[in-house]
């Protein structure tokens, strides 16, 4: 009973001392935005690099390979997203060891999937193959860049416990250090090994997973003295079943939810096929710039994860509003800001991105549907940010679902009746529910956690 007491004056001092400002929040969103905008960097780069072996097959190949690869990854995302709202609420309590108990959870985690699927690679790589259908050379080209990239499946998962629990801690400019090293180490072997050496596509794969490894290396050589240093955790405390039970249950629920997004899009590009080779063309070209703002965007979704699960963590209702507030100001005036941009400038853009004619006539004229996607977006990114910190992933769960249904029956209203500029209209629904919905829960929700 005394422990308890104690506990709880000492989570009340942490919310008191704990404070939410703008430059709080732009500290995790500024390094971060830039830690993200290096992984479409990488894939330029990539998709370079084999470019000037001027083989048609293997650039197929690789953007195969990629595919797949961004499939089967993004199904362990929660390894990130799940440890940093865990992290930061365990920040916010003032309890440095289960701190250390989520980070070494979340790695056990990494390591025996990393190994699954880096022992599952042929097989990988088969389903690959089967799915894309491609010709011959492509799907040669794919099975050899997927086989090798997937060695770097335990690396790359413990890099996303890394990064969870770094974020977790606020800790941006860390994070964005780590980003660098990981995406810096694999341009440059990209180039020396893909091209250089004309290694090819299995030079770009040798690259990630060399990347992956020294980053891996270096993460775990910061946190482990920093651990080493702080109070020494009991291990039984890492295997508490309880613990492992909720983070189980967390990841699952943002696992179904990631599945989700991924399943509207690929109804959307589906949906975008039905009306030409020229017009999905238009639609890939365009959805570039719901991409590139989205990039943005996570900064401060990120900022909203840290700084919402810290302040659940500490039981600080004014900081948890603030967060919210100051995240949501900062997202809404990035995204109208992006929109603006893409108004004026789209066009320009999308000349840049494609020579063909055809294809530029079609985006122009769906280039308004495109810029505003950054708008109706950005609700939802924050929200998500802000549901995952507080880990309420439930209820984010529910309502990606939900809007996924809302999604699919504006699809078979609005694409029928209005075409491709139902198609557009159907996706900001998908976002603007997204957005909404969680926004209408989160009332209820902060009556409870407080």
């Known amino acids: 009973m005394e422990k308890r007491v104690l506990d709880q004056v000492s989570a009340a001092a942490n919310g008191r001392s704990f404070v939410v400002t703008n430059r709080s929040v732009l500290a995790i969103a500024v390094p971060m935005t830039l830690a993200y905008l290096t992984t479409p960097l990488l894939g330029v780069v990539d998709t370079a690099v084999v470019g000037q072996l001027g083989d048609a097959a293997l650039l197929g190949g690789l953007a195969a390979g990629a595919l797949v690869f961004d499939v089967v990854f993004t199904s362990f995302n929660f390894l990130r997203s799940g440890t940093t709202g865990l992290v930061a609420q365990a920040l916010g309590r003032g309890d440095e060891l289960e701190e250390q108990a989520v980070f070494w959870r979340a790695v056990l985690i990494a390591v025996v999937a990393g190994f699954v699927l880096a022992a599952l690679a042929p097989q990988v790589a088969i389903a690959g193959q089967w799915f894309i259908s491609a010709e011959a050379r492509v799907s040669e080209a794919m099975a050899v860049y ?21 974020l977790g801690r606020g800790e941006g400019g860390l994070g964005l250090m780590l980003q660098l090293v990981l995406n810096g180490i694999n341009i440059a072997l990209c180039i020396l090994l893909g091209l250089e050496l004309g290694w090819g596509v299995a030079g770009v794969a040798w690259a990630t997973v060399t990347g992956e490894f020294v980053a891996m290396l270096l993460g775990l050589a910061i946190i482990g003295r920093r651990f080493w240093a702080a109070p020494r955790l009991p291990r039984h405390r890492i295997l508490d079943l309880s613990a492992f039970l909720r983070m189980m249950s967390l990841n699952r629920d943002i696992m179904i939810r990631s599945f989700s997004l991924l399943a509207a899009f690929a109804l959307f590009t589906r949906q975008g096929a039905q009306f030409g080779t020229v017009t999905l063309a238009a639609n890939a070209v365009l959805m570039n710039f719901f991409l590139i703002a989205g990039y943005f965007l996570d900064g401060f979704a990120t900022a909203a994860e840290q700084l919402a699960g810290r302040a659940v963590g500490a039981r600080a209702t004014m900081q948890f509003r603030h967060a919210v507030r100051l995240t949501l100001f900062w997202g809404f005036g990035l995204a109208a800001t992006a929109t603006l941009v893409l108004l004026l400038g789209g066009t320009d853009l999308v000349a840049l991105i494609t020579t063909s004619q055809d294809v530029r006539a079609v ?35 529910n309502m990606m679902l939900l809007s996924f249904l809302v999604f699919s029956a504006a699809l078979l209203i609005l694409a029928p009746a209005f075409g491709n500029h139902g198609l557009w209209a159907a996706l900001h629904v998908f976002l603007l529910v997204r957005g909404f919905s969680l926004l209408a829960i989160l009332r209820v929700r902060m009556r409870t956690a407080f």
């Open 146 to 166: 997927i086989r090798i990239r997937l060695l770097a499946a335990p690396f790359s998962l413990i890099n996303y416990a890394i990064l969870g629990y770094v």
């Open 363 to 397: 985006a122009d004229n769906y280039v308004a549907w495109a810029a505003f996607t950054a708008l109706s977006g950005v609700l939802a990114f924050q929200m998500d940010g802000v549901f995952i910190g507080a880990t309420w992933s439930r209820d984010m769960r």
